[in-house]
């Protein structure tokens, strides 16, 4: 029974939150055949490059700043109904300017979003402006200037999801050096579909404070001791992880001996219903097929809280 603890997330993607319900309701009213992707209730995906397919196919169906505020409040709602008191959204302005819509109108519904949750029930949401890698590096750029510009005060981070096996992380320097010039957090998935080594690249070409996913150092115990040494938070996703077969089963994810290694670990859902998950289910893994106590989840809620990009006000509120 995880439904007393306070909850933080650190890692969901805006668009992977989408309620399939939702989404439907979005494809009839624009007459959009979502069909391959999302059928009897379930997102349909088979492994990682479809699954980024199907997302981006899903995020066609939300086309006005009001779709965005609606999905933004629709999630944060959700979140705030199991006790959850501070969310990190990723959000992609490039989806915003592939509908047409711009990233100015897409950031600004979900930040109507954000303000509707937070007047509903006090939860506090930021947003990390993500590059995606199967967008290539000039997008990316792009996303980084386009963070480092809006002077948003909701907008704390900057993230590169997408696909891991395309480029390297020096491909993405730049849009960092851009991001950490702005003053904005930076995180980075790595060790995701991709092995140890991208974990150390993004140590050492990025030099971030967290680390979306992570969980592959595991096959490099020097690397995990860095990861340890160095105090870098992996926001960990273990149903993500299993849906999308990084390992095969709870019994061999990582995650408990990252824990014990001493890495600082935060848990998050990534992309909730696409991997038949939610907030308040990795919770629940986390005591029951991690066994860990709810002093030890507490723990890294209060890791979350630590890591996440926010002021430092705020960050007291919240502890
Ligand atoms: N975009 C959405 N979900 C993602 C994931 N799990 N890895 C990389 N990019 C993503
Ligand atoms: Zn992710």
Known sequence: MT??????????????????????????????????????????WH?????????DKVSEVYKTEEDYAL??????????????????LIVSPDHGKRIGLGADAYIEGVCEGIRRAKAKSGIEARLIVTGERHFGPESVIGA?????????????????????????????????????????GL??????????????????????????????????????????????????CPGSNIALSV???????PLPRLKEAGVRVTISSDDPPFFHTSLKREYELAAEAFGFSDAAIDEMTRTGIEAAFVDEPTRQALF
């Open 47 to 55: 492994d990682f490059a479809s699954f980024l397919q199907c997302y």
């Open 187 to 236: 995180t980075i998935h790595a060790g995701e579909v991709c092995g140890a080594f991208s974990v150390a690249e993004a140590l050492d070409v990025v030099r971030p404070s967290r680390i979306g996913h992570g969980v592959r150092a595991i096959e490099d115990m020097d690397l995990v001791r860095r990861i340890a040494d160095l105090g870098t938070v992996l926001e960990v």
């Open 247 to 253: 390992f095969p089963d709870f019994a061999s994810h």
């Open 71 to 88: 999905l933004t409040e629709t999630y944060l709602e959700e979140l705030a109904a199991i006790g959850t008191i501070y969310s990190e």
């Open 144 to 184: 980084a200037e386009y963070a480092a510009r809006a002077k948003n005060p909701l907008i704390t981070g900057f993230n590169l999801a997408g696909e891991e096996r395309m480029g390297r992380v020096a491909d993405y320097a730049r849009a960092f050096d851009i991001a950490r010039h702005a003053g904005l």
């Open 3 to 44: 439904s007393h603890l306070k909850k933080v997330e650190l890692h969901c993607h805006l668009e992977g939150a989408a309620p399939p319900t939702l989404t439907l309701a979005q494809a009839r009213k624009y007459n959009i055949d979502i069909s391959p992707y999302l059928a009897d209730g379930a997102y349909v």
